[in-house]
């Protein structure tokens, strides 16, 4: 035995006649009855040791596996009761085509043709009743199979996956219909909703396609149509909103599909947002738009069958104010001033309350000043370390707001802004840990916005400043108001700022950047130069 079996492996053994190796191993006595043998005795048909090894292991791994499955009575009883399942599955697939059997005298019996369509949708009421009594998951289960063999609705079992084999068989075999006569179609329909709606009841999460959530779609949608980053990133933002909402005021601690989102949810949501006082009656319409997009899209690409419908068409926005309501306003002379003195209270290097790093608080008080002399919008700002260049003589804006990249002069009031960038400015303020259960670690100028921002809006309340319609976004029409009344201001001077191209300018820079000639960046200087706020 040692002679042909070097390594000793277990349950191996070699033929002494045939040279042939064998798998032999003894069945332990509480699986005996069930398998129906005390020993497996198997030829592995090889004469190669190696190939015998091979072999003898799979077996060795194959058994061990099903003995694990008949360790205990109750796993025994499982087993058998699966395997009995099993062979229940494999005759109800038989029965369709079936036309003769043998009965118990051994005669051959012709057999009726199978009723696939019973009208076993009358008995949901005592099916749901009975499942009542089980714990949820069995319920669920239950409810789910009667939906598919009594209404034909599969998407549950889908969505489940967790079928038994019987219960599939089922499901391939029945062919229910809804019924022709008026009282019964009304009945069908009214057990068939009311079913449905316990198994939502009970599903939760696991009846979710993971696929056909808002963020699921936004994600494909913004891969299909190459999404600027700003937009994904103020999907992301509605999204959270809505599910917000959903978890706080609808009990949902799990995303939804949108077949699940209907015009009455929406119009609860709507009044949800509508007693937001922070939020305005243009932000509810950002809120809609990104849904709107996504249901169109799952529509017109039939994402999800039965979804004809866009529920959002259906909510009554509220009317938004008149353009000139809603345009951000400059800060007045004295606004600014108050607004200066305290940003350098809150992000300057003595601040020891505060909990923004010291880089941070350093790197937004740079922004907030060359906000106020160069026109650039807070995320443009952000966006230079990646997106630009800064010399002691000018800024390079190359991704922007309005598509068109622009020089802008360093003007004197920012001479410093060339020392901050060349001295790690940027990646100084970049958060290393965990904020609101995300991880950070990595530059990202949107965040770094949204972050100034947040800051801003604190500093703005200190000094009182209650508009809503002055927020950090204004800094550019506060330069804008005081460039204007400079000595030798022109329009031109104004698009170089703030890279808003006249339509009738369009053709000419079209391709090209703003304020690439240095005689035009040395006069549009001179203007920032100019100008004073405290």
Sequence with gaps: MTLHNPEKIPYLERCKRTKLYRYQRRVPE??????????????????????????ARAKTAEHSALLERLKTPAKREKYQSDKEEEFAAMVVRMRPGMQRRIG??????????????????????????????????????????????????????????????????LVDVMRPTRPTDPTDAAMYDAFKTALGARVNEL????????????TA???????????????????????????????EK???????????????????????????????????????????????HAIRRKKIPGLIVNPVDFVEMPATQPVEKSMYLPFSKTEIVRLWDEVQEQWGPH?????????????????????????????????????GEVTPDYIYAERVKTDVPRYIPVSDHISDFHKFVRNGGFDACIFNGTFRGEQYGKYNAEKLKEAMRRSFSDIRKQVGIKDKRKVLYSTKDTLMQRLRGVKGYNTYMEVVVTGHVRKMEKGRHYGGILGDDEKVRAKVKKGLDRVTYW
């Design 30 to 55: 509480y699986a005996q009855k069930i398998i129906g043998k005390k020993t497996w005795d198997q030829s592995l048909k090889t004469r190669d040791y190696v190939e015998a090894v091979d072999r």
């Design 104 to 169: 118990d005298d051994g005669k051959l019996l012709e057999v009726p043709p199978m009723d696939r369509d019973p009208g076993t949708w009358r008995t949901a009421p005592d099916t749901m009743k009975h499942a009542r009594t089980l714990p949820p998951k069995q319920e669920l289960r239950q409810l789910a199979y009667h939906l598919a063999t009594a209404f034909d609705d599969r998407k549950t079992i889908d969505l489940l996956n967790d079928g038994s084999p019987l219960g599939d068989a």
């Design 203 to 214: 599903g939760g999460s696991l009846l979710v396609n993971p696929d056909h959530t808002l």
């Design 217 to 247: 779609f936004h994600e494909k949608i913004a891969e299909i149509r190459n999404t600027k980053p700003a937009t994904i990133a103020n999907h992301k933002v509605t999204t959270a909103k809505f599910n917000a909402f959903l978890r």
């Design 250 to 296: 609808k009990g949902m601690d799990y995303e939804p599909s949108i077949a699940s989102i209907t015009d009455t949810l929406l119009h609860e949501y709507l009044d949800h947002l509508l007693d937001d006082p922070n939020v305005g009656n243009g932000s509810i319409h950002k809120y809609f738009d990104g849904m709107k997009s996504v249901f169109n």
């Design 351 to 387: 601040n020891t309350r505060s909990k923004l790093a010291e880089g941070r608080r350093a790197a937004f008080l740079m922004a907030f000043r060359v906000l106020l002399w160069s026109g650039l919008r807070p995320v443009e700002f952000f966006w230079l370390r990646d997106h």
